[in-house]
């Protein structure tokens, strides 16, 4: 069997493709990354959204023990029950807060890690794609008038 410089350039071609194709799979696959970012966000937002429902109780309990205060006067009535209920807004406001400060987190670990898939898929794939083809192309054509004579020759 006969080589020639036609089976080389197909050859060549091929291999580029299979870099190229390989190329977009990684770049393909790391930007799937970037869905898992976005669930993060929307996590956040959920638990800003739970935190903000959390404070509008706690400002409803506080109303509670305010109006329960008043029983504390009557002598059938043992103990404060408005000082429980405000034992338990506080408790509430104070669990808001960690919950939104966990929302606030986790929106920015989510939008990182959104930015960082969109990077790396950006960078590995022209790096897959790149390196080794931009080389062996370059070489291969400015060697292939010497290799054609050569396989003339042989």
């Known amino acids: 069997m006969r080589v020639t410089i036609r089976t080389l ?12 194709v390989a190329a977009v799979v990684v770049a393909v696959s790391i930007k ?14 959920g638990l ?31 103990g404060n029950p408005g ?20 929302a606030r987190d986790a929106r920015i670990a989510g939008e990182d890690a959104q930015e960082s898939a969109r990077t790396l898929a950006i960078v590995l ?13 370059g070489f291969y054509l400015l060697l292939r008038r010497l290799i054609e004579q050569e396989l003339r020759r042989a």
């Open 48 to 78: 800003q959204e739970t935190s903000a429902g959390l404070r509008r109780a706690a400002r409803g309990l506080h109303e509670t023990s305010d109006a329960l205060d008043g029983i504390d006067d009557l002598p059938f009535v043992p």
């Open 83 to 102: 000082r429980a209920v405000e034992r338990t807004a506080s408790d509430v406001e104070r669990f808001a807060v960690r919950v939104r400060v966990t």
């Open 9 to 20: 350039d197909v050859a060549l071609g091929i291999w580029v493709l299979v870099w190229l």
């Open 125 to 137: 794939g022209l790096a897959i794609a790149l390196v080794p083809t931009v080389p062996t192309v």
């Open 32 to 45: 799937q990354l970037e869905d898992g970012g976005a669930a993060v966000v929307t996590a956040g937002e």
